[in-house]
């Protein structure tokens, strides 16, 4: 089976754009979360969805950042707009959820976004 | 709410030696389950091991094993006849309750560095 696959790898965005940051999660998968990395703050939570349905919008980053899943194997992650704090590296990760409780997440290799 | 305290921002050691590393959480809840992830360096994010907080058993999975110290909320990571390979940043992370999504809270991590 495929893992997890986010695209674009490497993002370039300037200050007040909008950008579109894409997840794949493993086929049969029914939970999916959008992490955020940064070297200070570590790998914080922003969404996530339990068979398509958002369960946590983010809290402190649902001003501008809003995660849907259209389908079971594709969700997406849009930053608007974007500032130059949001520099980061954007993962994305599936398990298989529905009670199998596991916590073993599935990650993909991760978006890097800079705002200039 | 839950937290995950790794202390430990860089640990280094010679290659075929033993290491731990140290991991910290709080809980409200009395049924939880406790994780290890590596990251390497070119970003992924790998699932190791886990440790169910109602087994008294330490979790050993290949030359990874852990110390659960439930009275301590601690759960360190031992890695056994460390490899060159083993050089990554480990995460400890946490998941609350039985039931609902694998919603994870990660710490902060520990970059391992291994000398040959």
């Known amino acids: 089976d495929a893992g997890v696959t986010q695209t674009p790898r490497h993002e370039v965005a300037e200050k007040g754009q909008t950008i579109i940051l894409k997840c794949e999660p493993v086929?049969?998968?029914?939970?999916l979360f959008w992490y955020r990395q940064t070297k200070i703050q570590g790998l914080e939570l922003l969404s996530y969805?339990?068979?398509?349905?958002?369960?946590?919008d983010g809290g402190a980053f649902k001003d501008r950042f809003k995660a849907e899943m259209l389908n079971s194997s594709f969700s997406t992650l849009k930053i608007q707009p974007t500032e130059p704090k949001d520099s980061a590296v954007y993962l994305c990760?599936?398990?298989?959820?529905?009670?199998?409780?596991?916590?073993?997440?599935?990650f993909g290799e991760g978006s890097k976004l800079t705002v200039l | 709410a839950q937290k995950v305290t790794q202390t430990q921002t860089s640990i280094s050691v010679m290659e075929k030696t033993t290491v731990t590393m140290d991991c910290v959480y709080e809980?409200?809840?009395?049924?939880?389950?406790l994780f290890w992830y590596k990251q390497t360096a070119s970003g992924e994010i790998v699932f190791l091991i886990r440790?169910?907080?109602?087994?008294?058993e330490n979790a050993t999975v290949g030359h990874y094993s852990l110390n659960f110290q439930k009275p301590k909320s601690s759960i360190g990571l031992i890695i056994t006849a460390t490899q060159i390979e083993d050089s990554a940043v480990y995460f400890c992370?946490?998941?609350?309750?039985?039931?609902?999504?694998?919603?994870?809270?990660f710490g902060k991590g520990t970059q391992l560095i291994i000398q040959p």
């Open positions: 990760a599936s398990s298989r959820g529905l009670g199998a409780n596991t916590g073993q997440l599935y």
């Open positions: 992370a946490m998941r609350e309750g039985t039931g609902g999504a694998d919603r994870l809270t």
């Open positions: 809980t409200q809840d009395s049924s939880y389950f």
């Open positions: 969805f339990r068979s398509k349905s958002l369960m946590e």
């Open positions: 086929s049969g998968h029914n939970d």
């Open positions: 440790q169910d907080s109602y087994k008294k």
